[in-house]
């Protein structure tokens, strides 16, 4: 029975405390208007000035919601008082032609450079320099300048008071908030199957019901990480772990629905009933470990107790396997196969469970005992020094933003653009990393403010009359532009942002619909001058940087292959380590395949090298889900009894895999020809064939096939893994001739 303290923890979880993206992105949308709408209401018998308080409301209210409470509100107040102290300057420097052109080049630089010590610093860094911009693009003098700086201050206090005092986003507390639910609906799924698998019978409503909670809280977990923009952490991404961590539970909430789904088809199955006591057994040992997994997270820390329980589980499960196969060569195929498929999800469960309590990474991330130092001023200063070499992205970048911000200042100065200051923030906004991104950008840029203006040209034609309607459009536009820049979506952001600056800007100038044709011809020049810069000035080719990351995808997975193999052979993995090593695998993977996909849009690329590219690196993904379903192999078996005499020969064949996968990272650095690998196919089945020999020897030994997770089965994994690296050895091949 649900008590009223669950139901009014529940309603918080659910209303203050909101896990799912999208009522995040919510929140601090409705919290930014709210600032907006203060900075207004209080300087608006001032005429301008209140709007300088809504802009930096705006602006300032960016500081990424991935740090910490602490980290975010030092950072606005530094924010509140830089951006004060740039306006003064700014609003100086913005007459004439060349100066504010110059200004608008040193400070593009300086905050494209910063950002080479981290997102966080790069998205602050951004902010402020755009309300910079707006600065330059409407000069003043010393009174005007100290006004502005007033109001920036305001605007800026406003957005503090609004994000981090009134129910502040607390990252840490959504993310163990969402484990928390995720545990908890987990659980209920596994009380349902636990009370109901001796008798094979439960209320089909309340586990539909369990089911869909736990699904959608797990891929909440999973999917808060990505907005909350978390910032990595002695080199290794909080995402990551969290996506780790989610993975094994999505992992055990499947176990579990393949558990039940076999106890429900085995109702008249006798070798199932016999085996029935010992399988319930061991469901309940597993919601004990799971229990513990649990009660750990409550005492704040990931290594819960229960490594006995595991092991006790794994040794149960080894015994009964034994038996079963014995008692089970008379009876039917179906029951034999309801019975093994059982232990299978068994142990399954019983090894995602372990997985699942080695997450000591993710207990520090989320549980900080100790407080971390802040990064030292000089050691920020040391990198931003080691930037300063021409093979730096970051260096490449600053130039190309500098040029652009330089180049569209001094246009919209020299012809004396309406609203100059628009095409220099849309000229930054373009430059991305790499040509590829830069150009899909501009694309979307552009599209999205000609769809945009369209729209806006048409409103005020056709239905502006009303300025009831007006004014609630307006709102409506203003909303929805706060709201999108949460998300990466560029098209329907420039649709939605440009439509509503055409009617904000209309009711305070002379111009109607016109100003829709002038926004259009100002992103038409922008999108131009941030192409060019981009394309032209120092460019950043995605495909430059592809080889070295595709090839450093097949080194980390020689590594991770070395450590599944060591473990195997040992008879234990080192769970710490492969954990590391998968989660860095698995991020460079992601990387790669975002570089592919930017290497694409950039212009003058060879055909037959992005087939390559792209044949490479959909290897590289199998040869990744390959490795995955090693580990869970070598995880529940290692070389037994007589089949320890063929040790030296797994030792070579080992060996062969990691050297294939090494010369193949190694060509592909040097841009050298695909070596001759070894011949991995004919070493399987001069490995099979001893094995045969040895079971002909002693017909006590476990046959070939007989168990799923066994030494056979760990070789035929190695074996489609070396299938994956003969593909990858053409891709590379090909690289080489292109």
Known sequence: MITPAQVIQRLKQKYLHSLDPAGLALRRTIKTMAA?????????PLGRPAIWAAIAALFLSRVPPGLTLGQRRRAMLLLIAVAAL???????????????????????????????????????????LLLGVVALGNPGGWSEAFIRAGAVVLGGV????????????????????ALDLALEHLGRVFDLIGQGYESGQCNRDDLEEAKERALTSLHRFRRLPQFLELTPQKGKHPQNLILSLGLDLVRVYENLLALWQLRTSAQDSRLFARALPELDKLTKQARELFGHLTQGVKRREL????????????????????????????????DRMLVFNSLYALESLARDLGRAREQRRLAQLLYPRDKKPEPEAASLTEKLAGEFHWDSPHLRRALQGAAAAGAAMFL???????????????????LKPDQGSSLKMGKKRLLGSLLGAAGAIAFLLLLAGSEVLYAAVTGAGLFGTLYLMNFS??????????????LLLSAFSHLGWELGLLRTGETVLAVAIGLAAALFLWPNRAGARLRGELARVLDDGSRFFTGIFQGFMAGGLDTARLGSERQGLQQNLAQARETLEASRAEPGGNPELARCFQELSLAE??????????EAAASQSSPRGRQQAIKGELRAFAGQVEDSLGSLAQALTEQAAAPELPDLLESFRVIRGRLAVLKQEDADLQPPLDDLLNLSAFLWGVRSLALELDIAREAVDGLAQN
């Open 158 to 177: 406003l957005a503090f008071v609004s994000h981090y005092m009134l129910l502040p986003i607390r990252p840490r507390r959504m993310l163990r908030t």
């Open 621 to 630: 993904g199998r040869i990744f889900d390959l490795l995955l379903t090693l």
């Open 36 to 44: 907006m709408a203060a900075g207004l209401a209080i300087l608006y």
């Open 303 to 334: 290594q819960a107790e229960g490594a006995p329980l595991l092991q006790e589980i794994q040794d149960n499960l080894a015994a009964m396997l034994a038996r079963r196969r014995q008692e089970g060569e008379t009876a039917p195929a179906k």
């Open 489 to 502: 979506r560029p098209l329907l952001s420039g649709i939605i942002t440009t439509f509503t600056m055409v």
């Open 412 to 430: 919209a100065k020299f012809f004396g653009m309406h609203y100059g200051y628009w095409v220099v923030i849309f000229a930054l906004l373009v």
């Open 86 to 128: 740039l306006v003064l300057p700014t609003t100086l420097l913005g007459g004439g032609v060349f100066k504010p052109a110059l200004a608008a080049a040193l400070l593009a630089f300086g905050a494209f450079l910063v950002a080479a010590l981290g997102p966080a610093y790069g998205a602050c860094s951004l902010w402020v």
